[in-house]
C-alpha cells in the first residue's frame, strides 16, 4: 500500500470531497484538505432549501468528520507555485483578509478541485444586484429575498405597479438548475404563500429568461417540452431566445430594449473559472471555458501539453483535453473515485485511463412532477420517466445519495414536515 509523504486537496464540493471520503480506509494518512468551506454541501437539493422544503443543514456534511485523522485547513488558496511545489494560501476567516495573513502549503501531490464561479459575462449589473445559486449562503439569500418581497408588498399605500414589480420573480437561465429553483419557487408560494398572502396572489409572477432556443438543453427535447407545456399550466412563464443586457436594483432590461420590474433576480446560468484558475501560469487551459486541461489520468497539462506528475485536476474546473465532460456532480464524483483507485496503486501511470460513464439526469418541475432521462444498464436504450414516477424516482435517487445516516433521517423528515405542516416562513 502506498503512502504520500503530503497529498493537498483544494476544495471540499464534490470532487474534493468524494476524494478524501474514503481515503482513511485506504490508510493514505498524510492528505490535507485546504478549502474556505469546511463543510460539503450536497448540491442537488440545494434550491430545495432556498424555499424551506428542506433546511439548509440537511444538506451539508461537515469537513472535519469525513476526513478524520486527516489534515484540514480553513483557507483558500491564492496561487500554486509548481517549480517549488509551494501553495500560497490565505486563511479564509473575515478578520484575517489582510496580505500579511498570507502562509505556505508544501506538497508532494496535489489535486485541485475548486470548482467554478457563476458567469455574468460581464453584463451590467448582475453581480451588484442579481443572487446566485452555488452554495448555502446564497440559498440563505434567496429564501429572505423571498420572504422580504411578499412582507413589502404587504405594507399600506402601495400601488398594485408596484406590487406586482415586488412580486415578479426572475429567473435567469433555463438549464436544471433555473428550472429546478422556479419549480420550488412555485411550490412555496402555491401551497403556502397564497394561504397566508391570498390578497396578494393576482400580483406574483415567475419568469424564467434564457437566451437559447428552449429551457433544459440537456435533456432529451420530448422532456424538454414536457417541462415547459408543465410550467405554463403552473403559470410560470418561459421566455425563449431572449438576453438580458443589464440588471438594475429594481428589475432587467432585456435584449429587445425593455425594462421588467422585479426584485428577486436569480442568476442561474454559465460557470466561469475562479480566481486561482484564471491566474494559473505555466499550464493548458481550455479556450472557450477558461478550464484546466489534464490527460486521460487527469494529470494537469502544462503549456507544452505535457503532463505534471503529481498535479491533478478534476471537477468543475477542469476538463480532459479531446474529452470534455460536463460540469456536474456526476462527473466530479467519478472522477473523483478514479483518482482514488489511482493515487492509491504504486505505478499510477500504469492505470487504465479515465472513463466517463453516464448515469442518467433528473430535474424537479414542480407539483410533485420531475423528468428523468436514464440509460438502461448495459445498453444504448434510454427511459423517459416523467410526472409522478419520475418525482419518485427523483427523491428515492437523493435520498440514497444523502452521504451521512443523519441527513439520511433529516432529509425525509423534513419533506414529510413540509408535507404536513407546510414550510417555514420566518425570515431571519
Ligand atoms: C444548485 C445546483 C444544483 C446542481 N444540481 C446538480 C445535479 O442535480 N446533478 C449533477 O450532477 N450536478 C449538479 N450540479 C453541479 C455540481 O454541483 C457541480 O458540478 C459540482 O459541485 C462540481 O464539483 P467541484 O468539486 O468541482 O466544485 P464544488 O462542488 O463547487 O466545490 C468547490 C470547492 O472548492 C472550494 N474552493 C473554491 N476556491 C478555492 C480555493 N481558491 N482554494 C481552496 N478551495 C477552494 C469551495 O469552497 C468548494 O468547497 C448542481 C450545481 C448547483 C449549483
Given at each position: 500500500?502506498?503512502?504520500?509523504?503530503?497529498?493537498?486537496?483544494?476544495?471540499?464540493?464534490?470532487?474534493?470531497?468524494?476524494?478524501?471520503?474514503?481515503?482513511?480506509?485506504?490508510?493514505?494518512?498524510?492528505?490535507?484538505?485546504?478549502?474556505?468551506?469546511?463543510?460539503?454541501v450536497?448540491?442537488?437539493l440545494l434550491a430545495s432549501t432556498c424555499v424551506g422544503t428542506l433546511e439548509f443543514r440537511s444538506v451539508t456534511?461537515?469537513?472535519?468528520?469525513?476526513?478524520?485523522?486527516?489534515?484540514?485547513?480553513?483557507?483558500?488558496?491564492?496561487?500554486?507555485?509548481?517549480?517549488?511545489?509551494?501553495?500560497?494560501?490565505?486563511?479564509?476567516?473575515?478578520?484575517?483578509?489582510?496580505?500579511?495573513?498570507?502562509?505556505?502549503?508544501?506538497?508532494?501531490?496535489?489535486?485541485?478541485?475548486?470548482?467554478?464561479?457563476?458567469?455574468?459575462?460581464?453584463?451590467?449589473?448582475?453581480?451588484?444586484?442579481?443572487?446566485?445559486?452555488?452554495?448555502i449562503?446564497?440559498a440563505r439569500?434567496i429564501r429572505?429575498?423571498?420572504?422580504?418581497?411578499?412582507?413589502?408588498?404587504?405594507?399600506?399605500?402601495?400601488?398594485?405597479?408596484?406590487?406586482?414589480?415586488?412580486?415578479?420573480?426572475?429567473?435567469?437561465?433555463?438549464?436544471?438548475?433555473?428550472?429546478?429553483?422556479?419549480?420550488e419557487?412555485?411550490?412555496?408560494?402555491?401551497?403556502?404563500?397564497?394561504?397566508?398572502?391570498?390578497?396578494?396572489?393576482?400580483?406574483?409572477?415567475?419568469?424564467?429568461?434564457?437566451?437559447?432556443?428552449?429551457?433544459?438543453?440537456?435533456?432529451?427535447?420530448?422532456?424538454?417540452?414536457?417541462?415547459?407545456?408543465?410550467?405554463?399550466?403552473?403559470?410560470?412563464?418561459?421566455?425563449?431566445?431572449?438576453?438580458?443586457?443589464?440588471?438594475?436594483?429594481?428589475?432587467?432590461?432585456?435584449?429587445?430594449?425593455?425594462?421588467?420590474?422585479?426584485?428577486?433576480?436569480?442568476?442561474?446560468?454559465?460557470?466561469?473559472?475562479?480566481?486561482?484558475?484564471?491566474?494559473?501560469?505555466?499550464?493548458?487551459?481550455?479556450?472557450?471555458?477558461?478550464?484546466?486541461?489534464?490527460?486521460?489520468?487527469?494529470?494537469?497539462?502544462?503549456?507544452?501539453?505535457?503532463?505534471?506528475?503529481?498535479?491533478?485536476?478534476?471537477?468543475?474546473?477542469?476538463?480532459?483535453?479531446?474529452?470534455?465532460?460536463?460540469?456536474?456532480?456526476?462527473?466530479?464524483?467519478?472522477?473523483?473515485?478514479?483518482?482514488?483507485?489511482?493515487?492509491?496503486?504504486?505505478?499510477?501511470?500504469?492505470?487504465?485511463?479515465?472513463?466517463?460513464?453516464?448515469?442518467?439526469?433528473?430535474?424537479?418541475?414542480?407539483?410533485?412532477?420531475?423528468?428523468?432521462?436514464?440509460?438502461?444498464?448495459?445498453?444504448?436504450?434510454?427511459?423517459?420517466?416523467?410526472?409522478?414516477?419520475?418525482?419518485?424516482?427523483?427523491?428515492?435517487?437523493?435520498?440514497?445519495?444523502?452521504?451521512?445516516?443523519?441527513?439520511?433521517?433529516?432529509?425525509?423528515?423534513y419533506?414529510?414536515?413540509?408535507?404536513?405542516?407546510?414550510?417555514?416562513?420566518?425570515?431571519?
Amino acid at each position: 500500500m502506498n503512502t504520500f509523504s503530503r497529498l493537498v486537496v483544494l476544495g471540499s464540493g464534490w470532487g474534493g470531497f468524494e476524494l478524501v471520503r474514503k481515503m482513511t480506509e485506504a490508510r493514505m494518512l498524510d492528505v490535507t484538505m485546504v478549502s474556505p468551506r469546511n463543510y460539503f454541501v450536497f448540491t442537488p437539493l440545494l434550491a430545495s432549501t432556498c424555499v424551506g422544503t428542506l433546511e439548509f443543514r440537511s444538506v451539508t456534511e461537515p469537513i472535519r468528520k469525513t476526513l478524520q485523522r486527516n489534515q484540514y485547513i480553513q483557507a483558500s488558496c491564492e496561487s500554486v507555485d509548481l517549480s517549488t511545489k509551494l501553495l500560497n494560501c490565505r486563511p479564509a476567516f473575515e478578520e484575517t483578509a489582510d496580505a500579511t495573513s498570507l502562509f505556505t502549503i508544501p506538497y508532494d501531490k496535489l489535486v485541485i478541485s475548486v470548482g467554478s464561479v457563476s458567469n455574468t459575462f460581464n453584463i451590467p449589473g448582475v453581480h451588484e444586484h442579481a443572487l446566485f445559486l452555488k452554495n448555502i449562503g446564497d440559498a440563505r439569500r434567496i429564501r429572505h429575498r423571498v420572504l422580504d418581497c411578499f412582507e413589502r408588498a404587504m405594507f399600506p399605500g402601495l400601488s398594485s405597479k408596484e406590487k406586482e414589480s415586488l412580486l415578479h420573480f426572475c429567473i435567469v437561465g433555463g438549464g436544471p438548475t433555473g428550472i429546478e429553483f422556479s419549480a420550488e419557487l412555485h411550490d412555496l408560494i402555491n401551497e403556502d404563500l397564497s394561504r397566508l398572502f391570498p390578497q396578494l396572489m393576482e400580483c406574483v409572477r415567475i419568469t424564467v429568461y434564457d437566451v437559447a432556443k428552449r429551457i433544459l438543453g440537456g435533456f432529451d427535447a420530448s422532456l424538454a417540452e414536457y417541462a415547459a407545456r408543465k410550467f405554463s399550466r403552473q403559470k410560470i412563464e418561459v421566455v425563449t431566445g431572449m438576453a438580458v443586457n443589464s440588471v438594475t436594483e429594481d428589475g432587467l432590461v432585456l435584449g429587445n430594449g425593455e425594462f421588467v420590474g422585479a426584485r428577486l433576480i436569480v442568476w442561474a446560468t454559465g460557470l466561469a473559472p475562479s480566481q486561482l484558475i484564471a491566474n494559473m501560469e505555466g499550464v493548458l487551459k481550455d479556450a472557450k471555458s477558461g478550464r484546466l486541461l489534464t490527460d486521460d489520468h487527469l494529470r494537469v497539462l502544462d503549456q507544452f501539453g505535457k503532463p505534471i506528475n503529481d498535479v491533478y485536476a478534476l471537477g468543475d474546473c477542469a476538463t480532459i483535453k479531446d474529452n470534455d465532460l460536463p460540469c456536474t456532480a456526476q462527473v466530479a464524483k467519478q472522477k473523483a473515485k478514479y483518482l482514488r483507485s489511482l493515487l492509491s496503486k504504486p505505478s499510477p501511470s500504469n492505470t487504465l485511463p479515465f472513463r466517463y460513464k453516464y448515469a442518467g439526469s433528473m430535474a424537479y418541475i414542480g407539483g410533485w412532477k420531475a423528468i428523468v432521462d436514464l440509460p438502461l444498464k448495459e445498453t444504448k436504450v434510454m427511459i423517459r420517466p416523467r410526472g409522478w414516477i419520475a418525482w419518485l424516482f427523483w427523491r428515492s435517487a437523493y435520498f440514497s445519495m444523502a452521504v451521512s445516516w443523519r441527513n439520511k433521517v433529516l432529509i425525509p423528515m423534513y419533506w414529510f414536515l413540509t408535507w404536513i405542516f407546510g414550510r417555514d416562513t420566518s425570515k431571519f
